[in-house]
């Protein structure tokens, strides 16, 4: 089972499961649609994950655990004080019924992690469809450093953001390469889906190697010359 479920403006608070098994949720910027989700489906959680400490990823935390009171929160260190429970940097993490990944993936912010469980990854605001995110901590090298570790990945790897930004991305990576031809097929497929409101996401690493201009930067200067352009579009 993977669902990203809606909330606030543009994010997905993401529930992943094998069939039977208890899910994993990651990122919860408010808890009333997840709450609902999750009684509806009667689902048992084993797990939460934050990838950093942003309140459009962390402010449902406290809710959470008073409806989950024994369940896992893992997070990197900054986000201990959101409430992560299980501080986690790098390596292999394992719950009762899954082995977590966690790989670092600084720069947005200084600590951000993702999270790779059954070939799925849950990058929050690292990697974005057609984009990456913001470069708060002005680490350029962490960033691309922690992309191009995603990059690595299989190419059939599922990837889940935290935000339904792909539309936006997509015009900026249009006019960058505007003789991508894979740019501009996935832009009708996204439009046609956004228009009846469903999620453009999950993408995956090897369609993101195409049209994502952060993972088809070469070296660090083109990277962070796109990246601050982006920052300007």
């Not at 690292?126 to 990945?153: E, H, I, P, W």
Request: aromatic share 8%; net charge negative.
């Amino acid at each position: 089972m993977l669902v990203p479920i809606p909330a606030l403006n543009d994010n997905y608070i993401w529930l992943y499961g094998r069939e039977n098994l208890p899910i994993i949720v990651i990122d919860i910027p408010e808890i009333p649609q997840l709450l609902h989700y999750i009684q509806q489906h009667q689902l048992k959680v084993e797990a939460l994950l934050l990838t950093h400490h942003h309140d459009d990823h962390t402010a449902g935390v406290a809710q959470f655990k008073q409806h989950f009171p024994m369940v896992p929160v893992l997070g990197p260190p900054e986000t201990q004080a959101k409430g992560a429970t299980e501080i986690v940097n790098a390596g292999i993490v394992h719950t009762e019924h899954y082995a977590i990944h966690v790989l670092q993936t600084a720069g947005h912010t200084e600590q951000h992690v993702s999270y790779l469980v059954d070939g799925h990854l849950f990058c929050g605001d690292s990697l974005f469809s057609a984009g990456c995110g913001r470069v708060f901590t002005g680490n350029y090298q962490d960033m691309f450093d922690g992309l191009q570790r995603l990059k690595s990945l299989p190419d059939d790897t599922i990837v889940c953001p935290a935000h339904e930004y792909t539309l936006a991305n997509l015009a900026f990576a249009n006019q960058l390469l505007p003789d991508n031809v894979a740019i501009q097929q996935h832009t009708q497929y996204v439009q046609k889906q956004r228009a009846t409101n469903q999620p453009s996401l999950p993408t995956t690493i090897g369609l993101e190697k195409q049209i994502n201009p952060f993972l088809i930067a070469q070296d660090i200067e083109t990277f962070v010359a796109w990246r601050k352009a982006k920052d300007l579009f």
